[in-house]
């Protein structure tokens, strides 16, 4: 599996009609993309100038054809019409996957 996660900076006046002006993009990209398994551009509630990215994708393939897929230059280009200042995203491969919670109800670090 692959986290993609980061910051986009944006000014703050213009944060809440940019989430909202994306929001067909990303729920094409969850209904139409294989491997999309989860596709969120939201508000940080700590700074107005940022909104937070979170995908997760099944493997590097569908990420790969994310990235040649219409949804994503799409969303490139309504971000920088937008008025984006710049990001800092990256990406995580991951290599286990567990409950935060286990059977006694306990958070854990634990796999």
Wanted: aromatic fraction near 10%; charge should be negative; glycine fraction near 6%.
């Amino acid at each position: 599996m692959i986290v993609v996660a980061g910051d986009i900076f944006i000014p703050a006046d213009k944060r809440a009609a940019c989430i909202e002006a994306s929001a067909a993009l990303q729920q094409a990209t969850r209904d139409e993309e294989p491997g999309c398994l989860a596709y969120v551009f939201s508000a940080d509630p700590c700074r107005d100038d940022v909104i937070v990215v979170y995908e997760l994708w099944d493997d590097a393939a569908t990420l790969e054809a994310h990235f040649l897929h219409p949804n994503y230059t799409n969303m490139r280009a309504k971000l920088g019409q937008m008025g984006i200042t710049g990001a800092d995203v990256k990406k995580y491969r991951t290599d286990a996957v567990g409950p935060v919670y286990n059977a006694n109800g306990i958070a854990t670090a634990e796999f």
